[in-house]
T-cell receptor, first 112, second 115 residues
């Protein structure tokens, strides 16, 4: 799986949009971009994933650049409960490689 | 949907005893389950992958005789830490995937403290 690069930490004001960047310059054509988050002392929570088109669900939006070398996770109206470590992971969907390789992620702190 | 539970949520045991952790997929059938370990201030590390009815595949450096994994049904996998020692104290997290290679959903984790 391709390696990702994320800033170690970010701050966001409550109610504002949180934009979390991820670089994955070596991503392959069949690799998806996945985002998970881990709130302190809990298991990771799936947020969203995409291949090349922008995706949106009830939690967030995922914007993937046209060359697919980077992406941004957007939490439109951050709340205090969104404070967590956010992991950007690229992996093949299906096939024999099921692994998720977690890096260090971005610690997002939402401030009141 | 896609709810995964773990039991117990935390456990304290004496050194040398064995501890069993259960992972259940509550609203879907999990053909593949994964076990991770997370030490304080570190990221998740995959320990093993198990497919229902098959032997688990362990990551390099993980002792298969110490961390016994059983995936006997499409909704249940168990991890048994045998002869636990204080260095096995960690946060153990399972995840489940409904179809091979699809999105993994994680349990809430089990915190193990070995005295």
């Amino acid at each position: 799986d391709a390696k990702t690069t994320q800033p170690p930490s970010m701050d966001c004001a409550e109610g504002r949009a949180a934009n979390l960047p991820c670089n994955h310059s070596t991503i392959s054509g069949n690799e998806y971009v996945y985002w998970y988050r881990q709130i302190h002392s809990q298991g990771p929570q799936y947020i969203i994933h995409g291949l090349k088109n922008n995706e949106t669900n009830e939690m967030a939006s995922l914007i993937i650049t046209e060359d697919r070398k980077s992406s941004t996770l957007i939490l439109p109206h951050a709340t205090l409960r969104d404070t967590a470590v956010y992991y950007c992971i690229v992996r093949v969907l299906g096939g024999s490689n099921y692994k998720l390789t977690f890096g260090k992620g971005t610690l997002l702190t939402v401030n009141p | 949907g896609a709810v995964v539970s773990q039991h117990p949520s935390w456990v304290i045991c004496k050194s040398g005893t064995s501890v069993k952790i259960e992972c259940r997929s509550l609203d879907f059938q999990a053909t593949t389950m994964f076990w991770y370990r997370q030490f304080p201030k570190q990221s998740l590390m995959l320990m093993a992958t198990s497919n229902e009815g098959s032997k688990a595949t362990y990551e390099q450096g993980v002792e298969k005789d110490k961390f016994l994994i059983n995936h006997a049904s499409l909704t249940l996998s168990t991890l048994t830490v045998t002869s636990a020692h204080p260095e096995d104290s960690s946060f153990y997290i399972c995840s489940a995937s409904g179809l091979a290679g699809r999105t993994q959903y994680f349990g809430p984790g089990t915190r193990l403290l070995v005295l």
